[in-house]
């Protein structure tokens, strides 16, 4: 195959599609709502967070043991993580438990996965 095979060489504007594209398409905020989820997603320490989370709800010293890492950057990414909806957290005494914040969450984290370990 060459690499030129993919690029589309003809000027026909397929309107029908292009017109239907057009009128589902969602608002600009929607777009930038969800390329700031993707942000948050894309760090290495917040999907070890929700891989941690994924299974159990945990807190904050237990996630850090896990991790290897200290209380203080596990507390400032679950801020960050919670504070965009994707992870929430119940409080049982002075202990704070966090968890993935819905089923959403949950699914599209699996999926990633799962994508991901069918690539390799």
């Known amino acids: 195959m060459s690499k030129n095979e993919f690029i589309c060489d003809c000027n026909i504007i397929h309107q029908d599609i292009v017109k239907q594209t057009l009128k589902n398409m969602p608002d600009e905020n929607l777009f930038n709502?969800?390329?700031?989820?993707?942000?948050i997603l894309g760090d290495t320490t917040r999907t070890k967070i929700l891989f941690v989370l994924d299974?159990?709800?945990m807190c904050v010293c237990d996630i850090a043991n896990v991790l290897g890492?200290?209380?203080?950057?596990?507390?400032?990414?679950?801020?960050?993580?919670?504070r965009s909806g994707i992870v929430?957290?119940?409080k049982e005494?002075?202990?704070?438990?966090?968890?993935l914040d819905d089923d959403h969450v949950k699914?599209?984290?699996e999926i990633g996965i799962e994508h991901i370990e069918h690539k390799v």
């Open 33 to 39: 709502k969800l390329a700031e989820f993707f942000k």
């Open 55 to 57: 299974k159990n709800e």
């Open 69 to 82: 890492m200290s209380k203080s950057s596990i507390s400032h990414q679950l801020g960050t993580l919670r």
């Open 88 to 90: 929430k957290c119940r």
């Open 93 to 99: 005494g002075k202990e704070v438990y966090y968890m």
């Open 107 to 109: 699914q599209l984290f």
